[in-house]
């Protein structure tokens, strides 16, 4: 297949150099100047544009995406290029690319851009489409001052959660409101800047909450695969510690026809997909508790990281994945997918700013298919990671049983060579020992019927091992 990818941070560069390794035809447009982007991007530290242009240099061959952009022109048989765009971000590549002419691909809107900024529009949409779904109540800030002022008068328990890249989403860990409180009100004291930056929100907190992340996979307009994400956000077992982008995952295969689709995807999604030239993804994450359903967020018109990768093993390869979601089919040959992501834990102290260290990198050659490294580059003759952050690499494997994917994913960990990496460990994945991991979520949907998979035998196994426990 002939592809094109455009990228700004370099999120998708692992499934662009997956499918040159996979004898495609790869051109790599990366956008040189992120306020090119249009979306209110300005003054980019020096040192960040370094290190986010050198991402996979002496590997892949990139060029500036404007000049990409223009050459496109050219091209006379635009239907048999894939032109994938990473991230919603980049709707204003997107826009041009369509405008050409092109068809076949991931082309992201303004709209679905601002869907994912925008927490209120993607309220109100919830409230007008999703009769399945409530809405948790919301209160908006531009200052922490005003923040603390309603948290004294309050005495339910909120979780924060910041407009800017810089700023965390913050959960609780105390169940007591006051302590809950203080918490929230140190992490505001702390990171005023990076709050105030852009705004922030304080969500009231769900009880118990549950979280399940459907997606749904289209092209031109038509529903062709749905799976589910499970997904550990904080760095620690016991989901415990600073949040992260992703931790670990595990993606379900589900029906097209299965209860939580019927929830998560009403008929505005179609409408929405039929917008959408080529490929669509939509998912929207729930908070369940008991039966009840709470909306969590919107993910429009992008893949999720790190549960692509996951998928592309799922479907059996990169290149499989594409063509059969351009052919309208459904990708998926096996039932589960595991990711886990890998952290660069060294740091070295720079004054005000902490960066992480750079190193060599290595893995064997016989797990390259379970590797996908968010950031490398060649240097002096070795594979280093490039010290911009600690997201530094995903191992992924897939299977028909659970079990079979996690072999996968943690016999590629044993053989990658990283000074100072960082992964939640296996039996961390596999535990029931608390009401938020995956497995006892994974048990929650089984258990309410939700979506149709059969309880495999190695979770029969698992839950007879807690039982004698």
């Not at 919830?126 to 919301?138: N, R």
């Not at 001052?145 to 800017?164: F, H, P, R």
């Not at 105030?196 to 979280?211: H, W």
């Not at 740091?347 to 902490?354: A, F």
Request: glycine content about 6%; charged content about 30%.
């Amino acid at each position: 297949m002939k592809f094109i990818f455009f990228t700004a941070d370099g999120i998708g560069l692992p499934i662009a150099y997956r499918l040159l390794k996979e004898g495609n035809d790869v051109i790599i447009a990366q956008v040189q100047n992120v306020e090119d982007l249009g979306n209110g991007d300005k003054n980019e530290h020096p040192d960040i544009k370094r290190t986010r242009l050198e991402n996979y240099n002496g590997i892949l061959t990139k060029y500036d995406a404007k000049e990409v952009l223009r050459n496109m022109k050219k091209i006379s048989n635009k239907d048999e290029v894939f032109v994938f765009f990473d991230f919603n971000n980049l709707w204003r590549f997107a826009e041009v690319a369509l405008k050409m002419g092109f068809t076949k691909g991931f082309f992201p809107s303004k709209e679905d851009y601002e869907l994912e900024k925008d927490r209120n529009k993607a309220k109100d949409l919830v409230k007008k489409y999703y009769p399945g779904l409530k809405v948790a109540d919301v209160h908006e800030f531009k200052t922490t001052d005003e923040a603390k002022q309603m948290l004294e008068e309050s005495e339910d328990i909120w979780v924060l959660k910041g407009n800017s890249e810089c700023a965390k989403t913050f959960v609780p860990s105390s169940k007591n409101a006051e302590l809950a409180k203080i918490q929230i009100i140190e992490m505001l004291d702390e990171n005023t800047q990076d709050y105030e930056s852009s705004g922030f929100i304080l969500e009231k907190m769900i009880n118990n909450p549950r979280e399940l992340t459907p997606e749904s996979i289209w092209w031109d307009g038509k529903l062709v695969a749905t799976n589910i994400d499970i997904e550990n956000k904080p760095l620690g077992s016991g989901n415990i510690a600073d949040q992260t982008g992703c931790s670990a995952n595990l993606i379900i295969k589900t029906e097209i026809d299965d209860e939580i689709n019927k929830i998560s995807f009403p008929p505005f999604v179609e409408e929405m997909a039929k917008k959408h030239k080529g490929m669509f993804v939509w998912d929207a994450s729930l908070l369940c508790d008991e039966d009840k359903y709470f909306f969590g967020e919107f993910c429009s018109c992008r893949v999720g990281w790190d549960s692509v990768f996951s998928e592309i093993l799922m479907s059996g390869s990169a290149t499989n994945y594409f063509k059969s979601i351009s052919e309208g089919k459904n990708p998926f040959i096996y039932k589960f997918g595991v990711s886990v992501r890998g952290f660069n834990i060294a740091k070295k102290d720079e004054g005000i700013d902490y960066k992480v260290i750079k190193s060599s990198m290595n893995w064997m050659q016989s797990a390259d298919k379970n590797v996908f490294p968010y950031e490398m580059m060649m240097e002096d003759g070795k594979v280093t990671n490039i010290g911009a952050s600690p997201d530094m690499v995903v191992f992924a494997g897939s299977g028909n049983e659970i079990e079979d994917a996690l072999d996968e994913v943690y016999e590629t960990i044993e053989n990658f060579s990283f000074e100072d990496m960082y992964t939640r460990p296996r039996f961390d994945f596999t535990s029931y020992d608390y009401p938020s991991s995956i497995m006892n979520r994974f048990m929650y949907g089984l258990d309410r019927s939700l979506y149709s998979s059969e309880k495999t035998e190695e979770i029969n196994e698992l839950e007879s091992l807690e039982e004698t426990k």
